[in-house]
């Protein structure tokens, strides 16, 4: 019993002096280790430092790894001959490297050089001589790594460089072999789409120029792929993959469907300057686009003004037709003027994908406007025509920007053609050009610009042929389509500023020129105001203000015009 009470006694001062030996043993092999490297001489050693290097570990595996290393770097820099001469222990914790450097090498002549083409050795910066080509040593092992890869993105993905028969020159420059392990060159053997697999496939070969039996190249691919976000109906999720098998290559490509039907219309009212009532106008404007899965668009516009102004019109574009490049456009167009006129517009176009945001086409329009009043009115009398035109458009979308999808279009349509009245026949040139671009300025502010401009030139002129603009499209402040000329430009300016990515709110500064020679009359436009957009669960409101003037007028109240519209998409 005293026996094990004395033992009781004692447990607490042998486990103190137990802990007090563990931590004490631990520090000693935990404590850090230090590296000093030097080289043969002090101008040796200043340059070992230049290129620093880690001094303190906690074991002497680190360290060692890091005298190796060392070496390494040497070499990179020229220092091919460089060798490590002795790792001694100075004391318990300091362990001193030393390096003999001897000549620094500068550059490697490179023989072999047909094996690699001249825009890859462009782009490595390399200096190409009649049977080689030279880089710098500090660069070699950059070079031969884009070499490598771009000759993976040709169609080789499993090549290897290597540099043999490596020789030394009096110089102190380098001799060297390039050879290449090559092995079959890849092609695309299959296309997998996975996240919308109905995407229509004729947009992968005629829209991003990526088809089976083409040569693999993964950077080109990745490139491509990004023109899908130009697309309204889809965009790119991911980067695309690739799988590689003994006898094939599968692409991989990772895309979703968008919302893109939209349904947009307007509600705007202003002072009668006759009955001093008010009136409104307003129009429906219905885009469906890709429903079917084809890539397709149909279009119905249906729009009355407070002027008596009716405008049906419907467009209907088919990309792609059976697999080709080659797309199909129609339109029918239907003006009627209160009880004046009405014209009919069919058109029909033949549509060509130079790339994912450039395209051209050739067509035909024919026309027929027949007069309805009973009683003749002076420039206004039926007519027929008919006119072949080209056209060319390019479009930039930013998709992820909401608020402003489209940040540049340029749409141009030239042609000639006929149009015959009364059995007299006259030759006709038309010019019609669309641009805008928005310049993002920063993440809240930009600026938007628009021209529109519309030509006819012919030997004679009837009131109901001549183009019209005026009202939200086009000069702001005005009615719509209540100006006619047959040579006119609207510039149309907004600045915008974001109050988040919601709201934003603008100004409204316009200016038309416009020429009429029926009446004699050519002019200056202006249009000011302001609006807002708000993005909300039903769609995007716009809303304007804004009021109009000629070149000698001044401004009005009673003029001024309210345009409200909403955009949904769906």
Do not use: C
Request: charged fraction near 20%; charge should be neutral; aromatic fraction near 12%.
């Amino acid at each position: 019993m005293k026996n094990l009470f004395l033992l009781m006694t004692k447990q607490p001062i042998i486990i103190l002096t137990f802990i007090i030996f563990w931590f004490s043993h631990q520090s000693g092999y935990s404590q850090d280790l230090k590296l000093i490297i030097h080289g043969a001489s002090q101008l040796e050693t200043k340059t070992i430092d230049s290129l620093g290097y880690t001094n303190s570990f906690s074991d002497y595996q680190s360290l060692k790894s890091e005298v190796s290393n060392m070496g390494d770097q040497l070499t990179g820099i020229g220092y091919i001959e460089s060798r490590l001469i002795s790792v001694e222990k100075q004391n318990d914790s300091t362990f001193l490297a030393e390096y003999q450097l001897k000549q620094k090498f500068h550059t490697v002549d490179i023989y072999n050089k047909e094996m690699v083409p001249s825009e890859i050795l462009k782009r490595i910066g390399a200096r190409i001589e009649t049977d080689h080509f030279s880089i710098p040593i500090s660069t070699l092992e950059k070079s031969l790594n884009t070499i490598n890869s771009e000759m993976a993105n040709m169609g080789d993905p499993f090549s290897k460089l290597q540099l043999t028969n490596i020789t030394k020159n009096e110089d102190f420059t380098l001799n060297a072999y390039l050879t290449i392990s090559q092995t079959e060159k890849r092609t695309i053997d299959k296309i997998i789409i996975k996240g919308y697999e109905k995407f229509p496939k004729s947009y992968l070969k005629h829209y991003l120029k990526i088809k089976t039996g083409q040569a693999f190249n993964l950077k080109k691919i990745r490139e491509k792929t990004e023109d899908l976000d130009n697309l309204q109906f889809a965009n790119v999720i991911r980067q695309p993959e690739v799988l590689f098998s003994k006898d094939s290559t599968l692409l991989y490509v990772y895309i979703e469907k968008n919302r893109s039907n939209t349904f947009d219309g307007f509600l705007g009212f202003g002072t009668n300057e006759t009955t001093n009532k008010i009136e409104f106008d307003g129009y429906l404007d219905l885009n469906l686009t890709n429903n079917l899965n084809y890539g397709e668009s149909l279009r119905l516009l249906y729009k009355s003004d407070e002027n008596d102004q009716v405008t049906f019109d419907g467009n209907l574009k088919m990309p792609f037709l059976f697999g080709t490049p080659l797309g199909v456009e129609v339109n029918l167009n239907i003006f009627k003027k209160d009880s004046t006129f009405l014209n009919v517009s069919q058109l029909a176009k033949l549509n060509y994908q130079i790339n994912s945001r450039s395209m051209v086409g050739v067509g035909i329009d024919s026309e027929i406007s027949t007069e309805l009043l009973d009683v003749s009115t002076f420039n206004i009398n039926d007519y027929e025509s008919k006119s072949y035109f080209g056209n060319f458009q390019y479009l930039k979308r930013q998709n992820k920007n909401v608020l402003f999808p489209i940040n540049f279009l340029f749409d141009m349509t030239a042609g000639f053609g006929k149009r015959t009245f009364e059995d007299i026949e006259d030759d006709q040139i038309q010019f019609q050009v669309e641009s805008f671009k928005i310049f993002n300025l920063n993440p809240r502010n930009s600026i938007f610009t628009r021209l529109t401009a519309q030509y006819l030139s012919s030997n004679s002129y009837l009131e109901n042929e001549l183009p019209r603009f005026g009202g939200i499209n086009s000069i702001r402040g005005f009615e719509e389509n209540s100006l006619l000329a047959n040579l006119y430009g609207v510039l149309n300016t907004e600045y915008r500023y974001k109050l988040n990515n919601s709201i934003y709110v603008h100004s409204v500064i316009d200016a038309a020129y416009f020429e009429n020679i029926n009446t004699d009359q050519r002019g200056k436009l202006f249009g000011f105001g302001f609006g807002f957009g708000l993005l909300t669960q039903a769609g995007l409101f716009k809303f304007n203000y804004t009021s109009g003037k000629t070149e000698n007028q001044t401004f009005r109240l009673s003029d001024s015009k309210i345009h409200l519209s909403l955009t949904a998409l769906f």
